[in-house]
């Protein structure tokens, strides 16, 4: 026989004796992982005795008590809070029932944010 027919033979018993193994052979197996268990750890045991107290009296129930009135603003908080009217600009009737005083700043846009506010609500409620 010649060398590449013995070759070719060799190729061809090692292709059928690859083949007849099964893909559970072939494939190797990996172990799934496992997770252990949980576990809870026991509770410590006290290594101080400790003396409860016994109530003194009977159990008060709990009471929600309002806040006082805000006192009345005096003479002094009045002058500076109080609009003048020679200087400061006024918008809306002098007679109003409610007077809004507002001091604010161009460059501050929390600013220019109340002032919008105020405008509509000036212009929702013109008197």
């Not at 997770?35 to 009296?57: D, N, Q, Y």
């Not at 002098?94 to 000036?122: G, M, R």
Request: charged share 15%; hydrophobic share 40%; glycine share 2%.
């Amino acid at each position: 026989m010649k060398k590449p027919t013995i070759f070719l033979l060799v190729v061809i018993l090692v292709l059928l004796t690859t083949a007849c193994t099964t893909a559970a052979e072939s494939v190797p197996t990996v172990p799934e992982p496992t997770v252990p268990e949980p576990t809870v750890p026991e509770p410590a045991s006290p290594t101080v005795e400790v003396e409860l107290l016994a109530p003194v009296g009977p159990p008060v129930a709990a009471s929600c008590v309002p806040n006082g009135s805000p006192p009345a603003p005096s003479l002094e908080d009045l002058a500076l809070y109080t609009p003048n009217l020679e200087s400061d600009w006024v918008k809306g009737p002098d007679d109003a029932v409610i007077t809004i005083v507002e001091y604010a700043d161009f460059q501050c846009p929390y600013c220019s944010v109340a002032s919008q506010n105020l405008k509509a609500l000036l212009d929702q409620y013109p008197d």
